[in-house]
């Protein structure tokens, strides 16, 4: 058995990260909801365990508390925010609520040496941390002392040596606590003693070892988009359980230029995984017809693709589950997680667009990872490297790119709007320093003058982003030159569009998506 950290969350939006921190230090973790049964979490055996934060108040009645069992298992104890305020109050500590507020960029004083801190952060110098609360520590449990504090927490950082327990106010999971992956790798290796050996190589492992005993000698159908995680999730799949599993590509007239051919030639191509190819464009159109509101649509279009998995399910004898590349960011941004605190800012089609009496059972083994460790998977499991460092493409295809109602003629202009956009960004040599790029068309006329003739033509907004997982992510930065030279072609080669505008809004405050 690997070294494993144990997390336990309390709902906080950015747990995720923890983890993932944590995989990049080399070390296997498991996060359990703050509810668990006790039983989970003697049985994980962890080396230590990390205390997420979460949106509840320490100092409420009836808000959660860490299990009883994590303080008995005499292994090292980090609690993040509300980790380290739960922490301290059931050791016998005190809480004091929302009188210093501190949201986003602090300096923490390293007031004291502490084996956090080792080789880290000196006694006597400050650092820039990443803070998120309302409430703070306001008195110690008996063994501990204070190593840190700002200007809003005077308790910024705690530690119990003896114990190994520490705690701290701020984030260091977030990048914008500097050398925050630093800490929590210390808090891994040096505190609790893993060995920092996990890998993708290991993940592939247990992934594999997981979806064996999940389905047994059941068949599996996978929903192949010929993007980088179903991809991944399909090859990963048949490693598994090899001629159990079928792919489903579903057109749904809501697909780039060229796209169908593409998937079938690329993977087809590469694979030995038998692929059914459903053109259902039709259904898809009739059911989006005069529909505008954008979660309505996507509603319809994660309704409608289960529904076609589920015809295709019936004609493989004994289906009984689904396969989809869903990724962490899928979930975060569609669902209200165990601790509450995740609010719904889209519905993504493969997870809350999914319809309530679903038949199949779902595999899905990248649930918990982001795009770019997907990404060095494919690669862990040989995928050719045009198929790993594809641009994203959203499952709800084009109709999340034409706001108001979708018809044919606006997805023909679309198509070659963005096929005209994709090729300039190829042949200047630019693909592969954007993460996403497309076009949008938008439901707006406005007046041009063509050929000295009046036209009344659509606006198409271009976009690119640059991000490493799509949590967050930044406007590409294109030269002036290549907008216009752009912007050029696709006036003079689409028909329906005068007016060619760039997007260059960040991620937050805007989506990298318009719907
Ligand atoms: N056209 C499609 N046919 C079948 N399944 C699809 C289709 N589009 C999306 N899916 C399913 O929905 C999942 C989520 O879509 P998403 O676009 O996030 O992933 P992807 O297409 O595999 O990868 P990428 O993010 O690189 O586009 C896919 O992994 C796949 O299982
Ligand atoms: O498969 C998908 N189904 C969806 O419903 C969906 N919505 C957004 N996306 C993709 O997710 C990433 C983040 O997009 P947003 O910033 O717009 O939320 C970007 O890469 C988007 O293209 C989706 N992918
Ligand atoms: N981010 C957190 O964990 C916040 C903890 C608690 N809700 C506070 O405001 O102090
Ligand atoms: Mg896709």
């Not at 809480?95 to 040496?113: I, K, N, Q, Y």
């Not at 967050?472 to 030269?479: D, I, L, P, V």
């Amino acid at each position: 058995m690997a070294d494993t950290i144990l997390i336990i969350d309390f709902g906080s939006q950015v747990t995720q990260l923890i983890a993932r921190r944590l995989r990049e230090a080399g070390v296997y973790t498991e996060i359990l909801p703050c509810t668990t049964d006790p039983e989970n979490i003697k049985n994980a055996a962890p080396n230590g365990i990390i205390l997420s934060g979460g949106p509840n108040s320490v100092a409420m009645a009836d808000t959660p508390r860490a299990p009883q069992i994590v303080f008995d298992m005499q292994i090292p104890v980090l609690g993040i925010c509300y980790g380290q305020q739960t922490m301290c109050q059931q050791l016998g500590g005190r809480v004091e609520p929302g009188t210093s507020r501190e949201f986003g960029r602090a300096e923490l004083d390293v007031t004291e040496e502490c084996a956090l801190f080792d080789g880290l952060w000196a006694q006597g110098t400050a650092h820039t941390v990443w803070m998120s609360h309302g409430d703070h520590v306001a008195a110690l449990p008996d063994g501990f002392r204070v190593v840190g504090k700002s200007d809003g927490a005077p308790f910024a950082a705690v530690a119990d040596e003896s114990r190994h327990y520490y705690g701290v106010q701020f984030h260091p999971e977030v990048v914008h606590t500097k050398d925050g992956d630093k800490l929590l790798s210390r808090f891994a290796l040096d505190i609790c003693g893993c060995s920092g050996s996990w890998s993708m190589a290991a993940y592939r492992a247990r992934a594999i070892d997981a979806i064996r005993k999940q389905v047994g000698d059941a068949k599996v159908i996978c929903g192949l988009s010929g993007g980088v995680d179903s991809s991944v999730t399909a090859v990963l799949i048949h490693e598994a359980i090899g001629d159990q599993l079928t792919c489903v590509f579903v057109d749904h007239g809501l697909l780039r230029k060229g796209e169908a051919e593409e998937v079938v030639r690329l993977f087809g191509g590469h694979y030995n995984i038998p692929l059914i190819h459903r053109d259902v464009s039709e259904m898809f159109l009739e059911r989006l017809s005069g529909v505008s509101d954008p979660e309505q649509k996507r509603k319809i279009i994660g309704g409608s693709f289960i529904e076609v998995f589920d015809e295709e399910a019936q004609k493989i004898d004994g289906a009984r589950f689904l396969a989809q590349g869903t990724l962490y960011p899928d979930v975060i941004e569609s669902i209200s997680a165990a601790g509450g605190s995740d609010v719904t800012i889209k519905s993504h089609h493969n997870v809350g667009g999914l319809p309530d009496d679903m038949k199949l059972d779902l595999v899905e083994p990248l649930r918990e990872l982001f795009k770019d460790e997907v990404r060095n998977l494919g690669r862990e499991l040989g995928l050719p490297e045009v198929l790993v460092s594809r641009h994203p493409f959203p499952g709800p295809g084009l109709a999340i790119r034409i706001p108001g109602d979708i018809t044919p003629e606006k997805l023909a202009i679309l198509r070659e709007a963005d096929a005209v956009y994709l090729d300039e960004i190829r042949k200047a040599g630019l693909y592969d320093d954007i993460w996403q790029a497309f076009a949008v068309l938008l439901p707006v006329k406005t007046v041009g003058v063509m050929g000295d003739a009046r036209s009344y033509e659509y606006v198409c907004a271009l976009r690119a982003v640059t991000s490493s997982d799509g949590m967050t992510a930044e406007s590409y930065g294109f030269s002036h030159e290549f907008l216009a030279r752009t912007a050029t072609r696709i006036i003079n080669a689409v028909k329906g569009v005068n007016r060619v505008v760039y997007d260059v809004t960040s991620k937050p405050p805007g989506t990298i998506e318009w719907e």
